[in-house]
């Protein structure tokens, strides 16, 4: 509700499924929906999105029930289409106009976003097949699944010229994006048949994901934001979603402590077309693993994320080799590490010399800052992200005072991280979807204490 006007949106919504089992071995379920939303408007408005889905249990197949090693393995497979339409306004599809006053008169005026009747669901469309299965006696458990999915009409914010007619945005369908990679689970529980015996578990969990822009309006486009002197962040037809517009770092010269960029168009000096589009947001694996272990009530259990092959840009470091005066005649602080750099000739350093005023090959200001790939880093990273200690009162003991179950707990969350210590003060995991990192908030440590009672 705002200045009296209430807004909501009215949804429709027909839903069909149906289950089959035959013999609990051969197992097949299909739906159907058709949704609409006052969000779009005219032919737009309804889809419809169906789903099939397939499994076969083999292990309960006459042939298979003597196995000794596997308890239990299905094949599963599954293909289906989802809509979204959540990040849309209430009113994206329509020229609106804003009430105002001009010499104390009543006035209306242009809303700033542009209307966009041809707005269409974001469709996803997805393909899966996968294999689940169970060893020595339920103790081992994998799984095992391949997926691809395409969303075709990505909705997104398109900015527009001043041309339009005074119109900052509008709302749109942007383009297809193609996921394909595999997923993979692992876990043993040894399973303890009484309190007072050892027991332990672990687990693992990997995703292999390849991502890649299939369709855009335009071949390249902006994404994300953009802090001045910053990279200009992109998405590009045939890359992963979220590139950057670097040079090549060559390094510093050892003899004059300024960088060198690599001129990629050999025209004999350094300029923008000497830029390229490099991904830096998308890992090549991700995932996490966990470890536990219990002994005559007590219980301690501890849970790793990772990820590895994405790049990190950090802009603080690059923002930190600034040394000009502001406004005021004064030189803001810096960084501590800001002390690692070139110093005199034949210094093997990574960062270049502190300098204001024309420097470089390019006798630029902003030569030895300009965003490059000297600024950009490996952001894979290990975190300890949970440590849960327990103890569980014997039951027997607390039937006395008419209690069921007592556990008292102490749990440490984001307990230390791994990483690359080039990226001096950044947290990697902060950040990571644009592939820039400046000034973020790091994940914070906590420690918590607790009782649980049944009562």
């Known amino acids: 509700?705002?200045?009296?006007?209430?807004?909501?949106?009215?949804?429709?919504?027909?839903?069909?499924?149906?289950?089959?089992?035959?013999?609990?071995?051969?197992?097949?379920?299909?739906?159907?929906?058709?949704?609409?939303?006052?969000?779009?408007?005219?032919?737009?408005?309804?889809?419809?999105?169906?789903?099939?889905?397939a499994g076969w249990i083999i292990s309960d197949e006459a042939f298979f029930s003597s196995n000794p090693i596997i308890s239990f393995l299905k094949l599963k497979s599954g293909i289906g289409l989802?809509?979204?339409?959540?990040?849309?306004?209430?009113?994206?599809?329509?020229?609106?106009?804003?009430?105002?006053?001009?010499?104390?008169k009543p006035t209306?005026?242009?809303?700033?976003?542009?209307?966009?009747?041809?707005?269409?669901?974001?469709?996803?469309?997805?393909?899966?097949?996968?294999?689940?299965?169970?060893?020595l006696n339920n103790k081992l458990s994998m799984t095992l699944e391949f997926y691809q999915k395409r969303t075709d009409g990505l909705l997104t914010t398109l900015n527009t010229p001043l041309s339009s007619g005074g119109y900052s945005s509008q709302r749109g369908n942007l383009g297809t994006v193609q996921n394909k990679g595999i997923d993979l689970e692992l876990s043993y529980n040894s399973k303890a048949t009484s309190r007072d015996q050892f027991s332990w578990n672990a687990g693992i969990a990997l995703n292999f994901n390849r991502n890649k822009i299939i369709y855009l309006r335009d071949s390249i486009m902006g994404y994300g934001y953009y802090m001045p002197g910053g990279p200009m962040p992109f998405v590009k037809k045939g890359q992963s979603v979220g590139s950057l517009r670097l040079y090549k770092s060559l390094g510093v010269d050892p003899n004059t402590g300024d960088l060198m960029y690599e001129d990629r168009n050999k025209d004999g000096k350094i300029s923008a077309a000497d830029q390229d589009y490099i991904p830096v947001a998308q890992p090549k694996l991700a995932g996490?693993?966990?470890?536990?272990?219990?002994?005559?009530?007590?219980?301690?259990?501890?849970?790793?994320?990772?990820?590895?092959?994405?790049?990190l840009y950090n802009l603080d470091d690059q923002y930190s080799r600034v040394y000009s005066i502001d406004w005021s005649g004064v030189m803001s602080n810096r960084p501590e590490f800001a002390t690692d750099r070139w110093r005199k000739p034949g210094?093997?350093?990574?960062?270049?010399?502190?300098?204001?005023?024309?420097?470089?090959?390019?006798?630029?200001?902003?030569?030895?800052t300009l965003p490059s790939t000297h600024y950009l880093f490996d952001a894979s990273y290990l975190r300890l992200r949970n440590v849960t200690l327990a103890y569980q009162f014997d039951e027997k003991l607390l039937k006395r005072a008419g209690i069921p179950a007592i556990r008292l707990y102490t749990s440490f969350q984001n307990v230390f991280v791994i990483k690359n210590r080039n990226l001096k003060l950044a947290d990697p995991e902060v950040g990571i979807e644009t592939g820039i990192q400046y000034s973020f908030v790091p994940i914070p440590r906590t420690i918590a204490f607790g009782i649980d009672i049944t009562l």
């Open 82 to 104: 989802t809509g979204n339409i959540r990040t849309l306004g209430y009113f994206d599809f329509a020229d609106m106009v804003n009430t105002g006053t001009y010499l104390g």
């Open 347 to 368: 210094d093997n350093s990574y960062y270049p010399r502190a300098i204001v005023g024309p420097h470089g090959a390019g006798q630029t200001e902003d030569w030895n």
């Open 288 to 311: 996490g693993f966990n470890l536990g272990a219990s002994w005559h009530g007590f219980s301690l259990n501890t849970s790793f994320t990772f990820s590895v092959g994405n790049k």
């Open 108 to 135: 209306l005026q242009l809303n700033n976003i542009r209307g966009n009747r041809d707005l269409n669901w974001e469709r996803t469309k997805q393909f899966d097949a996968g294999i689940e299965a169970r060893f």
């Open 1 to 53: 509700m705002y200045e009296n006007r209430t807004y909501s949106e009215a949804g429709e919504s027909y839903f069909m499924r149906t289950n089959l089992s035959w013999d609990n071995k051969y197992l097949l379920s299909a739906s159907m929906r058709r949704d609409g939303t006052s969000k779009l408007t005219g032919k737009n408005r309804y889809s419809w999105f169906p789903a099939l889905s």
